[in-house]
């Protein structure tokens, strides 16, 4: 595989054929925000929030850096007014369902979010699907999905394959941004498995 040099933030940057522009950048030690980014996972896209401006072959776009790939003479910027702005109103956005989520608000202070823009939403979960993924694709469980769609779309475990499965291994926990993980997982267990081994551990 070949290796190709780019521009990220005035740094150059050498990286392999292949790597998209966020790893090429932590491979560099440049930041670029992510929520629903996993190494581990396949790229998904959703938070939006390692959005960067990337200039090749003389056309400059907005993309995201997870699933942007690299290529020779490439510049990207990864702070801009624009991205900034872009930012800070997907955080208010976010913050409108978890307003209380630790990363959130330490992002939402960096770019000058507002928690209280827009109205709030009854739901924690901010769809990065960490969850949902690291069940399917690591640990080939499939004990949690999304039920609904659109603004009401919500993760769900499925009680069954859960309480068999879920109370050993939890994995998934250390990776949801917000507390919706933990308390669909409660839930799930109180109305259906009130008795251990569903329960919180």
Sequence with gaps: MGVVTLTID???????????????????????????????????TACRICMVEVESRGRVRLDT???HPV????????????????????LELMLAHAPDSAILQEMAEEYGADKGRFEKESSFCIHCALCVRY???????????FVNSGTKREISF??????????KCKECFPL???EALQAAYV???????????????
């Excluded at 966020?22 to 790229?43: D, W």
């Excluded at 839930?187 to 551990?201: H, I, K, M, N, S």
């Design 10 to 44: 005035n740094k150059e940057v050498k990286a392999e054929e292949g790597m998209t522009v966020l790893e090429a950048a932590q491979s560099a030690g440049i930041y670029i925000p992510t929520l629903c980014h996993h190494e581990k996972l396949e790229t998904y």
């Design 135 to 145: 069940c399917a694709e690591v640990k080939k469980k499939n004990a949690i999905g």
């Design 65 to 67: 850096a997870c699933s």
């Design 158 to 167: 499925v009680p069954e394959i859960a309480s068999q499965e879920c109370w």
């Design 71 to 90: 290529a020779n003479d490439m510049v990207v910027k990864t702070r801009s007014e624009k991205i900034n702005k872009i930012r800070k109103t997907l």
């Design 176 to 178: 949801c941004p917000t």
């Design 187 to 201: 839930l799930a267990g109180a109305l259906t498995f009130p008795v251990a081994p569903f329960e919180l551990r």
